[in-house]
């Protein structure tokens, strides 16, 4: 009985820490989505790096813009470093977008892009959404 209740208290603490570690942040739209809002969780994994999930709503394809693009790019920018491309940002019918991605870096800036190409290795488009992590 007392090893249960051991066993249960560790198990308890366990998860109030993974829970402590977690934190989400909105993302802020620019005027050329305004409708458009954008969540960012991270956590930290078990090797020290930082697992992050973008989470958007109510975002028009990026077909719809004007200009038209073909693909939102997410971009991953280190404190004093170049942006690092980390993927396309998928919307689907009902405006919902995810992405996820994994980074070393503790103090970053989000950005995502509306790009001409999926294929592109700097931002030149236009800033849809961004926020800002600063992890201990």
Not at 80 to 94: I, R, S
């Amino acid at each position: 009985m007392i090893l249960r209740a051991t066993l249960l208290g560790m198990i308890a603490i366990l998860v109030l820490s993974v829970a402590a570690c977690a934190a989400d942040i909105p993302l802020m739209a620019s005027s050329l989505v305004p409708g458009a809002t954008g969540k960012l969780s991270y956590e930290h994994d078990r090797n020290g790096n930082i697992k992050l999930a973008i989470a958007t709503k109510n975002l028009a394809s990026p077909g719809e813009l004007t200009p038209a693009r073909d693909a939102y790019v997410v971009w991953i920018e280190p404190r004093d470093k170049q942006p690092e491309k980390m993927g396309v940002l998928k919307v689907n019918n009902n405006l919902q977008g995810s992405f996820r991605t994994t980074t070393p870096y503790k103090a970053f800036d989000v950005v995502i892009t509306a790009e001409d190409s999926p294929t592109v290795t700097q931002p030149t488009g236009p800033e849809i959404l961004h926020g800002s992590v600063q992890v201990r």
